[in-house]
């Protein structure tokens, strides 16, 4: 099993920026991607970005050039540098890890979520 912390989040006003943090930590065979997803209320959880083990990156189209996702793979933890925020990404972000937990079979574990809200 991997648990999977997050920090960071809170209220910001539109304009200004937020880091989160995600550490992931218990039995594993390696991480290969960690990453974010975002949901609020009436809406579907949607990839915000995320990172794989050779640093490759993949973000969402709404937040290109103002997010930035980066990874410290000897820690198993990654961040997520978050600027000129905008009310739209007001969401609860939720931190994911695709874990190998044996030779050939691979698991995707979840934070607990954390709250972002930006306010105009």
């Known amino acids: 099993q991997v648990q999977v912390v997050e920090s960071g989040g809170g209220w910001v006003q539109a304009g200004g920026s937020l880091r989160l943090s995600c550490a992931a930590s218990g039995s594993t065979f390696g991480i290969l991607a960690i990453g974010w997803y975002r949901q609020s209320p009436g809406e579907q959880r949607e990839l915000v970005a995320t990172?794989?083990?050779?640093?490759?990156?993949k973000y969402a189209d709404s937040v290109k050039g103002r997010i930035t996702i980066s990874r410290d793979n000897a820690k198993n933890t990654a961040f997520l540098e978050m600027n000129s925020l905008k009310p739209a990404d007001t969401a609860v972000y939720y931190c994911?890890?695709?874990?190998?937990?044996?030779?050939?079979?691979?698991?995707?574990?979840w934070g607990q979520g954390t709250q972002v809200t930006v306010s105009p």
């Open positions: 990172i794989d083990n050779s640093g490759r990156t």
């Open positions: 994911y890890v695709q874990s190998k937990q044996s030779p050939s079979a691979w698991a995707t574990f």
